[in-house]
């Protein structure tokens, strides 16, 4: 096992052990950077991110920057031989994310996006209950949110600027499309409609509803709006206030639902009802209380998702989603925006790979083999 060099661009998350020490981070708040220096003396600190890479020696950097940001500087690290890991998403329109696709396929190093719902616990125990057989085959996938609202203040006025953001699909369901694909297979087409906009701030949907065809013929459904969640203090609880996640896989011989504000997971199945008919009732198999492991473990586990990365990195391992499995998730999400633009046509993905980038079409390792196959932390 080698020993990983990491910088950070933008928000710090300390990274130190066996297997990595943190050795640079860049980030344009000077005091912020004071601290750093107190701190961590031993950790260089750059104001600009040409500097951090013309210095700082890294195998590997964590770029946490506003989204639109994202490309110039991934594929500036990239070229440099840097492993890249990178909040979603790519870039915020088609072009930056083929450029970053072709920067991971001309330096042939890692490129990983930080979709963490593949690595968070109640993944994990969706797929192995998948998995197992005892429920069926997969039919349809649903996942309906209700949140609050960006505001025009901080870091939400770059949010609601589609110019800064990607728009709706990258900043917010590309998590769950990306999920579908995990769960579902890949998405052969899509179509996206949306109510009108109450929220004045967002110069895009403040709602969408999409649907999703999968090649394998089941079909997936999100649901989101960002106006039905109230504003919270530190001692509020989100699923007081009108926010709720939800996660519904229905296969032929049962259900799986998942409550990520509660963190529980209840599994349904199918019997025969009543006796002697074809007729089917729905039946409580079980329900899994994970409120131990707390949200972010559960369904939001950025860390683990940033830890998997420099872990396999370190080990010699393949990524938990290499940058082609990535990029693909971003053409479904460009699908469905294009499919509202167009009242709801059905929209088919389009998977053409830019020039350049022909020898990322081998098909990647099976994901359930990456990630199943992780070491408990």
Known sequence: MRRIRVGHIGWLS????PECETVAWCDANQHKLKQSVAEHPQVATYTDY????????????VISTPNEFHAEQAIAFLDAGVDVFLEKPMGVNKAECDAILQAAARSGRTLVIDFELR???????????????AYGELRRIEFFHHRGCWLEEGNGCWRVRPEKSGGFYFMEPIHEVDLFR???GEVRAVQSTSGSNVLPQYQFEDNVCSHFFFEGGALGTIVTSHTHSAWADKTSKWG??????????????GSIGVDFIRQRILVNRFETYPAGTEGVRVVL??????????????CHDIDGMRRE?????????QPVQDALGAWRTHRVCLAAEQSLKEDFRRVAVDYTLPEGCESLSAPAPAAHTLLFGRKSR
């Open 119 to 133: 690595i968070s616990l109640f993944c994990r125990r969706v797929r192995a209950l998948i998995e197992s057989g």
């Open 240 to 253: 007081d206030l009108g926010h709720d996640m939800a996660l519904i896989v229905t296969l032929t011989q």
């Open 50 to 61: 040409r500097d951090m890479l013309r210095h700082a020696g890294m195998d590997a950097v």
């Open 309 to 317: 990365f420099i872990r396999r990195l370190a080990e010699g391992l």
């Open 14 to 17: 300390w990274d130190e052990g």
């Open 285 to 298: 198999d079980h329900v899994e209380d994970h409120a131990a492991a707390g949200y972010m473990e559960f």
């Open 182 to 184: 995990l769960l579902g």
